[in-house]
């Protein structure tokens, strides 16, 4: 009985490690297909593939970014879920670096406390926002682009070490897709279930 209980419990553990181990894979293949498709313009080493077959260069970052992109868009339901765990990571790693002074594991790569404490600001709205912009209803076509926005901005902030850009976008993205759910959705009031509390206070 007890190796029975325990074994639904292993599988959960062992697919939700599988799903998160998928979903970094499937990030870097993002932040690689980005980086492959602007490479060529950033002036890389002569001597490097991407100068030396710039169009096959972009020929593969736009192949990752397609699959990338279409593997996000049909697992988004699940991922989007879990967006609040990873965008409260992003603020620790903000709060982090505004106590070295410096990108997280990056001595090299400074950064003002002013831009750190502005990312951690936003990183950490960003966390509420995702955390209740899409809370009990399926995803719209509006909130699935804003969902994409969050990806690109977090991608690109790794590609140009630009926690700030990264943070600003973010926040933008899922502040669109809120207030877009509220002015669409907005909350209802029931007079009769009004009235019914005010008569169960008075009496």
């Known amino acids: 009985m007890t190796a029975g209980k325990k074994h639904p419990k292993l599988t959960q553990i062992l697919w939700t490690i599988a799903c998160w181990a998928t979903g970094i894979v499937i990030l870097m293949m993002f932040v690689l297909g980005l980086m492959l498709v602007w490479s060529p313009k950033t002036g890389t080493d002569p001597g490097s593939f991407a100068n030396r077959n710039p169009v096959g260069t972009i020929a593969i970052g736009l ?10 868009v049909v697992t988004m339901n699940r991922w989007a879920r879990a967006l609040p765990g990873l965008l409260a990571a992003a ?94 959705n907005p909350p209802s009031h029931d007079p009769r279930s009004e009235s019914e509390t005010r008569v169960a206070r008075l009496s």
């Not at 192949?63 to 996000?72: E, G, Q």
Request: net charge positive; glycine share 6%.
């Open 63 to 72: 192949l990752l970014l397609a699959v990338a992109t279409a593997t996000l």
């Open 91 to 184: 603020t620790l790693n903000g709060l982090i670096s505004l106590v070295q002074g410096h990108v997280i594991n990056l001595p090299s790569k400074p950064i003002s406390r002013v831009d750190a404490l502005v990312a951690t600001l936003l990183f950490l709205g960003s966390t509420v926002l995702s955390a209740l912009a899409f809370k009990g209803r399926s995803l719209s076509f509006i909130d699935r682009l804003a969902l994409l926005g969050v990806v690109s901005s977090l991608a690109w902030g790794v590609l140009r070490d630009s926690i700030t850009f990264a943070a600003v976008s973010t926040f933008l993205c899922l502040l669109f897709a809120w207030v877009y759910s509220r002015v669409r």
